[in-house]
């Protein structure tokens, strides 16, 4: 259990620490995700971005509506079904995606070059190696 609380606490420092330096456009945790997810999986219907991110359509289209405004995101009409809609990535929201992920990698890359020796850094890569493992 404390090796479990570990890895999440500091996981959880982490991933707050890449937010800090690459989220340029501020957006909430729920918009992030929503880019995220249209980046990885394609367009996807608000309903099938809920499930898949475990919220209610309801919280999930204001978090849809919000990037729509930012210009992040636009809504089409289904192909498959005129009478829905699916969400799919603006070049803006790929534009955005890439720097955001371009300047966190480049905060880590740097910190990690400024605190630890090689040594230390090949740990790092070893304990990723084995955290993979983990999730399969």
């Known amino acids: 259990m404390d090796t479990a609380r570990a890895v999440r606490v500091t996981l959880g420092r982490l991933r707050r620490r890449l937010r800090e330096n690459y989220d340029r456009a501020e957006l909430t945790a729920s918009q992030l995700g929503v ?33 729509i405004e930012r210009g992040f995101v636009r809504r089409d009409p289904d ?44 740990r790092v890569v070893e304990a990723m190696e084995l955290l993979e493992k983990v999730i399969g």
Do not use: F, H, N
């Open 35 to 67: 880019l995220t997810r249209l980046d990885r999986e394609g367009p996807a219907t608000v309903s099938d971005l809920a499930a898949a991110e475990g919220v209610r359509p309801q919280s999930m289209a204001m978090a849809v509506g919000a990037v």
């Open 79 to 122: 192909p498959d079904d005129g009478r829905r809609q699916v969400a799919s990535l603006t070049p803006a929201g790929r534009e955005l995606l890439a720097t955001s992920r371009a300047a966190g990698q480049g905060w880590l890359a740097g910190v990690l070059a400024e605190r630890l020796t090689g040594e230390e850094r090949a």
